[in-house]
């Protein structure tokens, strides 16, 4: 993989179901224990951000997640400050839990999807190939991946995804 991973893992989920500790026990990521352990020259990602991921974000030489509950994320992401924030665009879920919902992805999605986005599509692959549903969800969300990863802006990105939106 060309990115470092790091998950801030809040240990707020059913630890067989998760994702982030399942690719630290392959080496794949790495677990920390708060939030203010995460480097603050990695990317962080963060369904709250202002900002999507785009390719312009290449940048970056990490990327972090949070790992917590999606009943409590809005809580957990509120007391983060960091400028290097991105929201990753309208993807939908093939993990067991939320298939089919949009924006419900596991932390290994996320990290798959962020993958895809910045040009790693090879990292991509090899992430998902260590659950039995993490190929389909990068079939199931091929279309919009291909055209996220060939974007140039966060607004490009942005624009891009309004495409997949659900209408009103």
Do not use: Q
Not at 31 to 57: C, G, N, Q
Request: hydrophobic letters at 40%.
């Amino acid at each position: 993989m060309k990115y470092d991973l790091v998950v801030c893992h809040l240990n707020e989920d059913d630890p067989k179901k998760c994702t982030a500790k399942k690719l630290a026990k392959f080496g794949m990521a790495r677990l920390v224990k708060h939030t203010k352990m995460i480097p603050r020259r990695y990317l962080l990602l963060s369904p709250f951000s202002k900002k999507a991921l785009s390719p312009e974000d290449k940048k970056f030489g990490g990327i972090a997640a949070v790992d917590c509950s999606w009943k409590n994320a809005e809580e957990v992401f509120s007391k983060i400050r960091n400028e290097n924030a991105r929201a990753l665009p309208y993807l939908i879920a093939a993990n067991n839990v939320n298939y089919g919902k949009p924006m419900r992805l596991t932390t290994a999605e996320a990290f798959a999807a962020s993958l895809y986005i910045l040009g790693d599509v090879e990292g991509a692959d090899m992430l998902m190939s260590k659950f039995k549903w993490g190929p389909h969800f990068l079939e199931l969300n091929k279309e919009p991946l291909e055209r996220y990863r060939n974007a140039k802006t966060s607004m490009e990105v942005v624009s891009i995804m309004e495409d997949y939106l659900p209408p009103d």
